[in-house]
């Protein structure tokens, strides 16, 4: 295995960190005969790992080698055989008429969750797709998975960069829609882990298409964007028709490449593709790297939360929206989903492209967002104010909804407070008051 083969793969999902082999280095050591013996053993172990990776009994994912990544960086567990395929064919199939078999990625994520739930709830056929990566507590993905498989929803554990898998599934289930929402989220962590992004929010989305444009039928797709892409715009409210090419992060960046990869699937081979600009969403069953999140942890524990704020004392404020109004907005726009055009990778017309943004219209600055939080939690916060990191978060955010109401009567009815107030009851029922550790 050589150090260029490693460099080719093409990125690591989640915190996973690629190591280099360590028997590259040892390779260069003097030529002694113990050196020597230690070559070989080395080879002898080698081919059987080699074996052991491509023998069937091992078999997980496919042998591309973003798959091979996946499975070593996730250890995600086998798929396939006859009791796999029925939990799939069941949980995909539509138990209402005019329902729609909808193939959801990110299931035991913040939205994918809560999405998942709500087309279940109304009949809709749901089969989950997520590599449980540990960006965040999987535990917490873990206890979203016993939630949607009390309401009889089956989550495929893989990645989207994962062909094989993706083929099977549609091989498997004519899936009508997907709901693409499994993504690297963050925008600082893309300084940490930057090829992680190109994994799933490029490398995963392009597969997916690639899947989806050779089916037939094709599925229509809706897919989470960010308001990130609006990057330092200075423009507000933020309007889809506005400028999207001044990304602050790596984040925002692979989520506008995510758009323009959308037009080219869209313009080439007929897919309906529908983008969605989520603005901050928070809520129960959050993601605990979002400031809200961890803001309520820290507080309850007593710890130091960190402000930002802007030059000379700007404010830093964000378009919180409740992810019961993004719920209603992605569903809206799965409602309103034109069929995609295509087959078997065939385009046979003009196919639908759209862009909305999803936010709540009123933005609020990240100080209220902790005074209201204090007053919930009735603990008062040690506040940390500090300057604006330049490692990709932008001063303020604020969503124009006029484009989203119009075509499918998006109104978000959640305010801040309100949303808050319901997290927080979540928070507090699934951790308790700060005692039980959460990761
Ligand atoms: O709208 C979006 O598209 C994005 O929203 C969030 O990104 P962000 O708005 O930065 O959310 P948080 O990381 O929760 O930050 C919220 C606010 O708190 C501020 N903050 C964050 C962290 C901190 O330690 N202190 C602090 O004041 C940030 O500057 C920001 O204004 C999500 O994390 C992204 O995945 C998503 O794509």
Known sequence: MSSSHMDNIPSTPGKFKMEKSPYIHRFRLHYSSLAKLTFWSFVFMGLILVFFFKSPSSKSTSSSSSS?????????????????EKRVKSSARIRTRNGFSVLVTGAAGFVGTHVSVALKRRGDGVLGLDNFNDYYDPNLKRSRQSLLERSGIFIVEGDINDVALLNKLFDLNPFTHVVHLAAQAGVRYAMENPSSYVHSNIAGFVNLLETCKNSNPQPAIIWASSSSVYGLN??????????????ASLYAATKKAGEEIAHTYNHIYGLSLTGLRFFTVYGPWGRPDMAYFFFTKDILRGKSIPIFEAANHGTVARDFTYIDDIVKGCLGALDTAEKSTGSGGKKRGPAQLRVFNLGNTSPVPVSDLVSILERLLKVKAKRVVMKLPRNGDVQFTHANISFARREFGYKPTT?????LKKFVRWYLSYYGSGKKSEQ
């Open 68 to 84: 091979d990544l996946s499975r070593r960086s996730l250890k995600t567990t086998s798929w396939g055989g006859p009791v796999w």
């Open 415 to 419: 305010d801040l407070q309100t949303g």
């Open 234 to 247: 200075t423009k507000v409210p933020f309007s889809e028709k506005d400028r999207t090419d001044q990304p």
